[in-house]
């Protein structure tokens, strides 16, 4: 089974921490997205990374597609309680580029 | 623009009946994905629809089936419902087939409950 792994499952910090989530994989995956879901709402999408290395900002936001494209990570500075949220990592891979492999997300409080 | 709409918001319904969740893609999108999120997990893909013919398929029992209509709208039925099958549906729609370069739209779901 192609799983994506994430971690921390849960994360609860002050306003003004800076955090990371990580997403790992056994396999190689064509691109990865990370997404954003609020209670009652479906994902959003954040940012989709394919190449190697790639790092990706989005304002306060720092994604990386590791080298061997089979992790990433998010990197929240200064966390703010609007980015409280459950983020989610999904990954295609380059036989099927239809089908999104997702993790099970980190469920993240930011506490004012 | 809307966005992606699905309807009804939340059902509930008992072991053994059917049902059927319905999904109105973005104006000019072509592409409907289907996807199960239990509670506490993420999306399982269920289904995708290009141009009103099935392109993928998820790991799912017979029971679930869809279509795509004429007008890009789509609809997910789920037969002989089992207590397993609550969870949030999700629809999502894109222009394309591709994930990578047809970013997904969801819509906000509908919440299934299965007594």
């Known amino acids: 089974t192609q799983l994506l792994e994430q971690s921390p499952q849960f994360l609860s910090i002050q306003e003004g921490e800076n955090l990371t989530v990580y997403c790992n994989s056994s396999s190689v995956f064509s691109s990865l997205q990370w997404y954003r879901q609020e209670p009652g709402e479906g994902p959003v999408l954040l940012v989709t990374v394919v190449t190697g290395g790639e790092v990706k900002k989005l304002k306060r936001l720092t994604f990386q597609f590791g080298d061997a494209r089979k992790d990433s990570s998010l990197h929240i500075t200064a966390a703010q309680p609007g980015d409280t949220g459950l983020y989610l990592c999904a990954g295609a891979h380059a036989g099927n580029n239809r089908k999104l492999i997702w993790g099970l997300g980190t469920s993240l409080a930011v506490n004012p | 623009d809307a966005g992606v709409t699905q309807s009804p918001t939340h059902l509930i319904k008992t072991r053994g009946q059917q049902v059927t969740l319905r999904c109105s893609p973005i104006?000019?999108?072509?592409?409907v994905s289907w996807y199960q999120q239990v509670l506490g997990q993420g999306p399982q893909f269920i289904f995708q629809?290009?141009?009103?013919?099935?392109?993928g398929r998820g790991n799912f029992p017979d029971r679930f089936s869809a279509r795509q209509f004429p007008n890009y709208s789509s609809e997910l039925n789920v037969n002989a419902l089992l207590l397993g099958d609550s969870a949030l549906y999700l629809c999502?729609?894109?222009?394309?087939?591709?994930?990578?370069?047809?970013?997904?739209?969801f819509g906000n779901g509908t919440r299934l409950t299965v007594t």
């Open positions: 999502a729609s894109s222009s394309g087939q591709g994930v990578y370069n047809s970013p997904l739209h």
């Open positions: 104006s000019g999108h072509k592409s």
């Open positions: 629809y290009y141009e009103k013919e099935e392109r």
